[in-house]
């Protein structure tokens, strides 16, 4: 722990990262960043007083250091301090400004000690299905930290900043058939997973069976051998294709691999304020994940690579898609009419009306940084630090240029796939795994319950949700076990159940 007057700082242990302390006449700075495999200095690096010179020269290597950081920067004359982040958003931090001080933590639970209140903005666009990503968070007074963006503190004052857009007009497309794509591909991949200093025993793969994640665990094993995977079981008709494919994926990669069962681990839905306080935007299935990721933890890894990412490598441009006429009949259309259903006008108003401020587009797809919101800090009570290759900028840059035909049906990843794998694991139009069936059915078999528990709705009081629409949505998902309906209800009985923890204070 740094401590400066009454201040301090105490940076994340963790062997994944490093800290560097500067100091010069009138000015400090402290950066905790990923380490890099080439880059790197030790754990903790203390460098002061230097020059104003040298000072200059090491801030400015801060600036571009190629994995990402959070820094903070502080300057006696007008007391002045900025906390700014890196641009891969793996692990973003929360800020609270008060009159005197600034608390600064990748944990939300450091917060709430404090009493909070919600942001009825934010909170009438989660329970539209709004994705957002914004520095504005669900609880007022408190600040999250996107990819590139400033804090600016100041006695009696505090100042967020957004970072300029990253133009993403499409530069002219690379000209490259469909081998030199993969070839290109699996080079930038290697050099991306053999970015940070590892060894094969330190690392474990998320493995669900999709292309994703066996595509990162087929970069690893080629850059370091033998390394751990561990995945989630789904139950019912699925569990069978999982588990033959992940079989497959395992023993041609030679991977150690360990999975647990949804069956076991399944997520809670009980309404009452418990020890454990459940963020709205946290990982659903984190019973599961926690189990998981627990294993892992116990047999040493420290870097956990995942597949996050793979579903915005390859889009379809505007002009290559064929317009679609008529009402919006998919499944995201359907679930956002039914979450307008479960609104109030007050709710209904904040959304038409409020000014949100979301981030600006930056080199990391947004649902990518959203993914790192929801499980970061789930991973790092646990002592992993999260690694996910496929959002690297670098690799997102050269997939979104290659011509139609290397991103038309993920071809780039698939031939990449079939080269390590074999055609077989992957063929065209194959079956996918997900977890859409769990929590309709859940709710479905706790239905009873909900409703009992739901005789009092915090939402309703608080004037988000029209009661009577709540118990209609749980009776037609506990009914038909349908997804459309099933997602805002979801939406709506995570955030109840933390609206009634903000309530009592716990």
């Excluded at 520095?135 to 600016?152: D, K, P």
Aim: with cysteine; proline share 5%; net charge negative.
């Amino acid at each position: 722990m740094l401590a400066i007057g009454d201040s301090w700082v105490k940076p994340h242990r963790h062997a994944a990262l490093e800290t560097l302390f500067v100091c010069t006449e009138g000015q400090w700075l402290l950066v905790v960043r990923e380490r890099h495999a080439t880059a790197s200095t030790s754990e903790m690096d203390i460098t002061g007083p230097v020059s104003a010179e040298r000072f200059d020269e090491l801030y400015r290597a801060c600036l571009v250091w190629p994995l990402d950081y959070v820094m903070v920067e502080v300057a006696k004359a007008g007391h002045r301090m900025r906390v700014r982040s890196g641009a891969y958003g793996v692990a973003p931090v929360y800020c609270r400004a008060t009159t005197n001080a600034l608390a600064v933590s990748w944990d939300l639970a450091d917060f709430l000690a404090h009493p909070l209140s919600m942001n009825i903005d934010i909170a009438s666009h989660f329970l539209a299905l709004g994705s957002i990503y914004s520095a504005q968070h669900i609880c007022s007074g408190i600040t999250m930290l996107t990819e590139r963006a400033s804090v600016f503190v100041e006695p009696g004052r505090a100042r967020y900043q957004y970072p300029a857009a990253v133009d993403t007009a499409l530069a002219s497309p690379a000209q490259l058939d469909a081998d030199e794509a993969e070839e290109a591909f699996g080079k930038l991949l290697h050099g991306i997973v053999m970015a940070r200093p590892a060894v094969a025993n330190e690392i474990a793969v998320e493995l669900s069976g999709g292309m994703d994640s066996a595509t990162v665990a087929s970069a690893l094993t080629k850059a370091y051998g033998a390394v751990a995977s561990r995945g989630i079981l789904l139950s019912g008709d699925e569990r069978t294709i999982q588990v033959e494919r992940r079989e497959k994926i395992a023993q041609r990669l030679g991977l150690r691999d360990q999975t647990v069962d949804i069956d076991a681990h399944l997520p809670t839905l009980d309404l009452q304020p418990g020890e454990r306080m459940v963020y709205p935007h946290a990982e659903l299935y984190i019973e599961a994940f926690d189990n998981l990721w627990g294993s892992a933890k116990a047999q040493g890894r420290e870097l956990l690579f995942t597949g996050v990412g793979g579903d915005e490598l390859f889009p379809a441009y505007q002009d290559e898609t064929v317009q679609k006429t008529g009402t919006d009949g998919s499944l995201v259309g359907d679930a956002r009419e039914y979450a307008g259903k479960l609104l109030t006008p007050r709710a209904r108003s904040a959304i038409q009306s409020s000014r949100m401020f979301d981030a600006p587009t930056g080199p990391v797809p947004v649902s990518s940084l959203l993914a790192g919101a929801c499980q970061a800090p789930h991973m790092l009570r646990h002592g992993l630090w999260p690694v996910n290759p496929l959002s690297d900028p670098r690799l997102v840059a050269f997939c979104h240029r290659l011509p139609r035909a290397s991103r038309h049906g993920r071809a780039t990843m698939r031939g990449y796939l079939g080269t390590r794998l074999g055609d077989d694991v992957f063929p065209l139009h194959y079956v996918k795994e997900t977890f859409a069936r769990v929590l309709p059915e859940l709710i479905s078999r706790h239905a009873k319950t909900l409703a009992s528990q739901l005789r009092e709705c915090a939402l309703a009081d608080l004037g988000l949700v029209d009661h009577r629409a709540a118990l209609a949505l749980l009776n037609q998902v506990a009914t038909t076990r349908s997804d459309a309906p099933a997602a805002p209800l979801i939406a709506f009985l995570w955030l109840e159940r933390f609206a009634r923890q903000l309530s009592n204070g716990s």
